[in-house]
DNA sequence: CGATACAAGGTTATCAGACAACCCTACAAG
DNA sequence: CTTGTAGGGTTGTCTGATAACCTTGTATCG
């Protein structure tokens, strides 16, 4: 028995900051436009500034607009944001979620090589245990993803470059959730194990410091949980 | 004659939206705890509750903060952040930008491959037009710069994976303006024409659809373009 | 004794109005 | 032609109040 996630008119200002957001995208307000004042939007909408300036602070934020005190809010060159979000919903679609594990590849690649030659005692403790909570899960939906997500988390952390646990980190979490929400799967005793010896692959060429061995293992580690799933990457 | 850029105390919202951030961030409120009340922080601060407000309404954009009408603000698990922002500043670091480039590096390459692989009509002519425009550039640091990184977005579109389109465009975007504004330099005619013949020589590989020579055109031409700014990448 | 209903207090969400800071424009003064 | 100044408009911030909501404790009733 499940029961609908009723939204019960969720936060106002989100709410007009999607309006906003989607005449900018619409091609409504061209970049470099200046868009109406607190005022009238707030007149507009049927709502206190307060309402507004919150909506049009979210914009700033996310970089689709700019403020100048005195003068307005305008429209950002839509090349130049400010963040990277990639909404959940996106990725439901089966060839989203092909073009995300294409996107995640090289970098998990280019990251097993960077952490084998890089990785500090702290990262190893990290990967070993990482590893025994993926051998010890008693139920892979949940401690099982957790640990696979806590070893790609290490993994990233030993390449000693932040950019990589941070975009590496954000990457593996959406691939995970999405995995978990859009296509759920029963996963058998077998394929769990499979799925461990490959992780263990990894972890061996990165503590034994084989850099080459360590990106080949998990090119083969990304291809084959595509593949899991239904999914052909191209390899090159 | 060059003037200092003053930075003229700018926004509020955003100066304590750092701070707390910077609280959570460095530990001393951990995944889960409540914050104190808008009240108790606007007296803190010493500002009111609307600027408040604001911050946290950014920090809930950002995904750092859940917010639940009536019970106050709560620390997010600080492993699913809703975005990636990579602060400008924090490039200005030589490390860090090295790191930058090194996260940009396996990217790149591979989405000159797949684009050698994918790339139709309309990229192609996007291309020639980007290389176009850096030849013509009579200034490099303004009109060169701008084709350069139209070049770039091009070659991400060519992919046909959106997500390429958004992580390298966002990459390349950052990377760009880090470079003028912390490491400037004059590019001597010499230096315009070696970056120009290797921007020619991706364009050839990808329009002749030879996905490997343009991956190593790519590595060859950031490798190169790296050690422009003294910076060394590591290569596997 | 246990479960439900209700009241009280605290917190966030929204509203309303005001003033401050700032920018742009136009016009006057030199 | 340049500079100074006044005016109006817009965003930034402040203050206070009300609504919506949650938690907790207490009272009521079976």
């Not at 290490?154 to 593996?172: K, S, V």
């Not at 580690?221 to 899991?228: D, K, M, Q, V, Y």
């Amino acid at each position: 028995m499940s029961f609908q996630q009723l939204s019960r008119t969720e936060h106002l200002p989100k709410r007009i900051a999607e309006e906003i957001g989607r005449g900018i995208a619409g091609g409504r307000f061209a970049s470099g436009d200046k868009l109406p004042t607190e005022h009238i939007l707030a007149q507009t909408f049927g709502v206190s500034r307060s309402v507004v300036r919150e909506a049009i602070a979210q914009l700033r934020n996310e970089g689709m607009v700019e403020t100048r005190q005195g003068v307005g809010a305008f429209v950002t060159d839509p090349q130049r944001r400010a963040t990277i979000r990639v909404e959940q919903a996106s990725l439901a679609d089966p060839v989203s979620l092909r073009n995300f594990f294409q996107l995640r590849l090289p970098l998990e690649i280019e990251a097993a090589r960077l952490a084998a030659r890089h990785r500090t005692p702290t990262e190893i403790a990290a990967l070993d245990e990482a590893l025994d909570g993926m051998v010890k899960a008693r139920d892979w939906l949940d401690e099982g993803v957790k640990a696979d997500l806590a070893f790609h988390r290490a993994l990233a952390a030993a390449t000693q470059n932040e950019f990589y646990a941070i975009f590496l980190g954000y990457i593996a979490e959406k691939t995970s959730t999405s995995i978990n929400t859009s296509f759920p799967r029963e996963m058998g005793a077998e394929i769990v194990k499979v799925t461990i010896g490959e992780h263990a692959a990894i972890h061996g060429a990165v503590v034994a410091g084989d850099a080459p061995r360590a990106g080949e293992a998990m090119r083969q580690h990304l291809i084959n949980s595509a593949a899991r799933l239904g999914i052909t990457l191209e390899t090159s």
